[in-house]
């Protein structure tokens, strides 16, 4: 039998990919020419080209070259095109189209160069027959395309038709543009994921969006073509096309398919937290023909297990561009990693970001770093081995104070105070505590623990205490605090609390780097300030409170009233609230109650956070609620509405406004700090009215019981 004519063709994928082509091209019966960013010319025979049509996961399109000439002019495209034997590849009835990709070139008009191509092919048709075929730019039966190069012109024939990394199975991709196909699959191979991988093992996606990462793992692992779903390529209006060979190869594919589907297979799943993105994830996957074999479920990262020892997580999680939604992303991917290292120790893992930053904020120490494009944007996949964690909690160790350790009497009670509520919340798993709050009345301050950090505050002074005196004492409490608890200063931190006044306590009290710092509170995490802000961001004396809200909302409809930093709303989604909302009139804030929520991988439609004066949003809404937390400030104004909150004289208009949101059977939970706070007596004739005030308070707050207040408030018919 005569060999297969030889010819040149190029094929076009995204930058990044060419190695794998070039695989690819060996694979298929072709020899590799050479190698440019997006694209790789090749040697073969037609049947080459067929089954790099067929069976490419990674490239765009198959150009069979008919013409290189060097390009001086647009007028000089014309003559080389007009000197071609179009009668080979068309005839006077075939549509076509011309495409023009110019690179590099002293050719600055595409569409004009298009149109050389097109004119000739029209001039050439009319003198030889005299008649012209049809420009179709929609679905032509064959499409020209001319690539010019550093002033070097290729004329070809697009045997692809449409690009290649559309197989056909997906209609839409969400509210978020999906990966391409070919990047999708480019990435699972990368990530270590091919057909050969053990059936015992898993695919995961947990941020799957439109499902593509999963159909291209079962496609990879079925060894299905990706081009089988196809109805239409290029070259089937082509006059040179052999309907026999064609043929053969697809049969081929059609048997490779059908062994594939009768071997066992891994489990490969996908969760989303939007029910929309697991709708279209779903449809696209039935169109793929896969529904029996990957599955797609709506569910939060916070709550991802690993469902085998072994297997692959491979994804691409949403990524944010402006600057307050980059923070917030950069929180979800070191959620990710804490989750991948948790949970997947041993697992490949693939990580496909926009933002080489993100890579580090996994706290993973990638194997490969890959550099590819998805569209013009440079983006990187990090990959490799999950490593074992081996690093143990936090420890603190006390130790007694020396005869010559400043500030006895402080010494000893911070050490009193560390044997009892240390080991207290030791068991209890609790790191973030209260140690010392003003028990002796010469050292005026309070010493929280947050993990292997301390915040030390230093209440003002009155005015009769020598300024002088109390500094010096002040002094000596740092040094008693750093000789007990073993603290090195990198990991000591100062305040200076005095009566505030408006939104004062909200505001940011000076510009700093803005360092934030993560806690955990049970199942939940927590990111803290310590510089730039009277408070921290998490108020440790309502974490019963949060408790409770935790126990409470699972399936219920949330509420978060003066959200501050959404600790609140994280404890509600955490225990599976069916959703939330949570309000706050600081943009700061709903930025940090985000970034809150994303740290713990809990996201999606079902969270709403909004920006809006409180008693104002609450006026308008017609929601119902099940569960709502009520948490305000003693005292705010606002300038751009001019408007003055007072907790004491304002709380019963508050709590009537909210109960109009409440559901029959619903509960609302009203909290203050305000230490002369008294409920007025007239909610307790509207409204069933429980005082929880002592059950709301830590141990680690018992010597100061007037913390807060705490109401259970419940509709008279509940």
């Not at 996908?270 to 279209?280: F, K, S, T």
């Not at 600790?567 to 709903?590: K, P, Q, R, W």
């Not at 949101?661 to 230490?675: I, K």
């Amino acid at each position: 039998m005569p060999e297969s004519p030889q010819s040149n063709f190029t094929l076009t994928c995204a930058a990044g990919l060419e190695s794998l082509c070039s695989q690819e091209i060996t694979a298929c019966g072709g020899s590799v020419i050479s190698a440019a960013r997006g694209l790789v010319r090749l040697k073969g025979c037609i049947e080459t080209a067929y089954r790099l049509c067929l069976f490419s996961r990674f490239a765009s399109r198959i150009l069979l070259e008919l013409s290189e000439f060097p390009v001086t002019d647009e007028r000089s495209i014309y003559k080389n095109a007009w000197k071609i034997d179009w009668a080979r590849h068309m005839g006077v009835e075939t549509t076509f189209a011309v495409d023009c990709r110019l690179s590099h070139s002293t050719l600055s008009h595409s569409g004009y160069a298009a149109l050389m191509v097109k004119d000739a092919i029209v001039d050439w048709f009319r003198e030889k027959f005299g008649k012209r075929p049809s420009v179709d730019t929609g679905r032509p039966d064959i499409r020209v395309r001319l690539n010019v190069h550093e002033d070097q012109g290729v004329l070809c024939l697009d045997l692809s038709g449409e690009s290649l990394h559309r197989r056909g199975y997906r209609d839409a991709g969400g509210a978020v543009a999906p990966l391409k196909e070919s990047l999708a699959a480019a990435i699972n191979v990368f990530s270590g994921w091919n057909k050969d991988v053990p059936p015992d093992t898993s695919f995961v996606d947990p941020m799957c969006g439109s499902g593509t990462l999963l159909i291209e793992a079962a496609l990879v692992y079925g060894d299905s073509a990706p081009g089988l779903s196809r109805t239409y390529f290029g070259f089937q209006g082509w006059k040179g096309h052999n309907e026999g060979l064609w043929s053969r190869i697809v049969d081929e594919a059609v048997d490779r398919e059908g062994k594939g589907l009768q071997k066992k297979w891994p489990l490969i799943a996908g969760y989303d937290a939007d029910p929309e993105n697991v709708a279209i994830a779903k449809k696209n996957i039935e169109q793929a023909g896969l529904s029996e074999l990957v599955t797609v479920k709506k569910a939060q990262l916070a709550h991802l297990r690993r469902p085998t020892r072994d297997g692959f997580l491979v994804t691409n999680p949403p990524y944010g561009q402006r600057l307050l939604e980059k923070q917030e992303s950069a929180r979800l991917f070191q959620c990710l990693g804490r989750i991948l290292k948790e949970e997947f120790p041993g697992w490949r893992a693939g990580v496909f970001a926009s933002d080489p930053e993100m890579g580090d904020r996994m706290g993973i120490r990638w194997e490969q770093k890959v550099h590819l494009y998805n569209g013009p944007i440079r983006c990187y996949l990090f990959s490799g081995t999950v490593p074992e964690t081996s690093s143990k909690p936090f420890k603190w160790q006390p130790v007694a104070p020396s005869p010559d350790t400043p500030a006895q009497a402080f010494a000893n009670r911070l050490r009193k105070n560390f044997k009892k509520n240390g080991k207290r919340a030791a068991k209890e798993g609790i790191t973030c505590f209260r140690l010392y709050d003003r028990d002796i009345p010469e050292y005026n301050v309070a010493v929280d623990i947050y993990e292997k950090r301390v915040l030390v505050q230093e209440y003002a002074p009155p005015a009769s205490v020598d300024a002088q005196a109390a500094s010096e004492r002040f002094r000596q409490v740092l040094a008693a605090l750093r000789h007990v608890l073993g603290v090195s200063r990198d990991r000591l931190f100062i305040k200076q609390r005095k009566r505030q006044k408006g939104r004062q306590q909200y505001q940011k009290k000076k510009k700093s780097g803005g360092r934030m710092y993560v806690v955990r509170e049970g199942k939940c995490y927590f990111l803290v300030n310590f510089t730039d802000y009277l408070d921290t961001g998490l108020f440790l004396d309502h974490r019963l409170t949060r408790e409770r809200i935790g126990r409470e909302a699972a399936g219920k409809r949330f509420l978060n009233l003066y959200a501050y930093t959404g600790s609140a709303t994280v404890h509600a989604a955490m225990g599976g609230a069916e959703l939330t909302t949570t309000v706050d009139l600081s943009a700061s804030y709903l930025s940090w109650a985000r970034q809150n929520m994303n740290l713990n991988g809990l996201g999606g439609p079902a969270h709403e956070f909004i920006k809006a004066d409180c008693m104002e949003w609450l006026k308008g809404c017609s929601r119902q609620y099940d569960l709502v937390f009520i948490d305000p400030p003693t005292f705010s104004n606002t300038k751009k509405q001019g408007r003055v909150f007072d907790v004491q004289k304002d709380h019963p208009a508050l709590v009537d406004l909210a109960m109009k949101r409440l559901a029959p059977r619903g509960l609302l939970l009203f909290s203050c700090n305000y230490r002369r706070f008294k409920l007025d007596t007239s909610l307790e004739k509207r409204y069933q009215v429980k005082d929880i005030t002592r059950a709301t308070i830590p141990f680690d707050f018992e010597r100061n019981p007037r913390i807060h207040r705490c109401y259970e408030i419940r509709h008279l018919t509940a």
